[in-house]
């Protein structure tokens, strides 16, 4: 069946929806979402956004694993933004506000996407102008794709003085849309130049930070560099995204599109997924690359397990979850010892956790708590944001911040954005940091930030650079 065919099937649904929350918006004090779902049979998330992305309206690209998830959301219905440290409990206040008075019709409750900066203190730079210190949207349309197949979800806040009946056409044409997408061309972009912080100025960074730490006033800090490409033309979002979710399988893949800006990355990392009172999440850090044959990776995964250096840095990060959890948990579960991510050029330490939350503990008081761990910004945290504040040099914007989704049934799923870029235009920054604590070497972690580097160069046909 077409989605042409479904679409006009749901008139009704839409109009009935529609027709109720402007009855609501009469009789109370303001808007009224309605959220109205059904199965459809379209093209995947993926190929939606390569066709629908236009450097105008806003689009949302997201793919999760374990359980796999693909979302597309087009436009933005409303939008709900932060500007400072009381950003996660004003977005979740206006949330829970807006699905007390929720119109919902289908088996999809309304959802938001969208990202946190991840220093509301640092003075934003201007290729972060479309990515406040908050903004979760809640699309129009939202394609989601699961085992289960795909649903749309139309989402629309209803005035008092809107017609139902428009509205519901209007829906049912955008709905047709989806059918019959333009395929995304690839194609190359001549590269005119890059900047990026020297070697040299790297280790001078590590060393100042050592140096910091051999004094305790750090346990350990994460520090960052950027990179700057300069390109003759706009690049194509489209096009690197569907190159990072084909190198990148296992990996969480995520877009954030406003005009002609687009963060975009795949990252290893989630921060939380919460789903009927159940939080899982995983401690990532301490890193070696991948070998070139079964017997070098197997061994380099070993010396990884067996590295003091690294067993303690990730200790610092399991440890720093505990905290936040345990107050927050009726059960909470860990394995004692770590195990390997495996990446496609990199793996990691990783430790997962599962716990069952408090009754009234909700998923933006979690990552609020969380938000940032030591595995992006370090111990002390006060100590380790301000150290970078003062000496990274360039605004973080959302990189390293939680990315994802949050649901009107209380659930949701948010990765730190990791393994990222910013496209702005013809010019796209790209991020990569690790982590400095008493035994780092500033060579060795310069190299490091070269392999976290590699996916997004990758995925935009640039060699590395040693």
């Known amino acids: 069946m077409s989605a042409l065919v479904q679409s006009a099937s749901q008139y009704p649904a839409l109009h009935a929806a529609f027709t109720e929350a402007r009855r609501r918006a009469r009789v109370g004090s303001g808007a009224v979402l309605a959220a109205v779902s059904w199965p459809v049979q379209t093209p995947s998330p993926l190929e939606l956004f390569g066709a629908w992305h236009d450097a105008r309206t806003s689009c949302v690209y997201w793919r999760s694993q374990q359980p796999a998830l693909e979302l597309f959301g087009w436009d933005a219905c409303l939008e709900l933004c932060g500007h400072d440290e009381h950003r996660f409990a004003d977005i979740d206040r206006a949330w829970r506000a807006l699905q007390a008075q929720a119109v919902v019709h289908g088996e999809c409750s309304p959802r938001l996407l969208g990202g946190f900066g991840f220093d509301p203190q640092r003075n ?28 749309l979800l139309c989402q629309h806040l209803v005035e008092a003085d809107d017609d139902p009946g428009a509205l519901a056409a209007q829906y049912c044409a955008w709905a047709d849309a989806l ?27 590590v060393e100042r930070a050592l140096a910091e730490i051999r004094q305790r006033r750090l346990h350990k800090v994460v520090l960052a560099r950027q990179v700057r490409y300069s ?32 963060f975009l990355g795949a990252t290893p990392e989630r921060l939380v997924r919460l789903e009927h009172g159940v939080l899982r999440t995983h401690a990532l850090a301490g890193s070696t690359r991948r070998g070139v044959d079964e017997r070098e990776d197997q061994a380099l995964g070993e010396a990884l397990l067996a590295s003091a250096k690294d067993r303690q840095e990730h200790a610092m990060v399991v440890d720093a979850i505990r905290a936040v959890l345990a107050p927050r948990a009726q059960q909470l579960e860990s394995p004692a010892l770590p195990g390997l991510h495996r990446l496609p050029n990199i793996q990691h330490l990783n430790t997962p956790f599962q716990a ?13 708590a969380l938000h940032p761990t030591p595995a992006v910004a370090g111990l002390d945290r006060d100590a380790a944001m ?8 360039f605004d973080r ?10 649901d009107g049934a209380g659930g949701g799923d948010f990765a730190v954005a990791l393994r990222s870029a910013l496209i702005d235009g013809a010019t796209c920054y790209l991020f990569a940091g690790c982590g400095i604590v008493a035994d780092s070497d500033p060579d060795s972690e310069y190299r490091e930030t070269c392999l976290k580097l590699a996916p997004m160069r990758a995925a935009l046909s640039i060699e590395a650079v040693a």
């Open 124 to 151: 934003s730079e201007a290729q972060w102008r479309h990515f406040p210190a908050a903004r979760m949207a809640a699309p129009r349309l939202l394609l989601s794709q699961d085992a289960d197949g795909q649903r």
């Open 179 to 205: 059918a019959a997408p333009e395929p995304c061309s690839d194609s190359d972009i001549e590269l005119l130049g890059a900047e990026e912080t020297s070697s040299a100025h790297w280790r001078d960074g």
């Open 231 to 262: 390109y003759a033309r706009s690049l194509n979002p489209a096009q690197v995204l569907q190159r990072l979710s084909d190198m990148h399988g296992n990996a969480h893949v995520f877009a954030v599109a406003h005009q002609d800006c687009c």
């Open 356 to 368: 069952r939350l408090r009754d009234g503990v909700g998923l933006l008081e979690t990552i609020q």
């Open 386 to 393: 301000l150290h970078i504040r003062d000496h990274e040099g």
């Open 397 to 406: 914007g959302w990189y390293a911040a939680p990315i994802g989704w949050l």
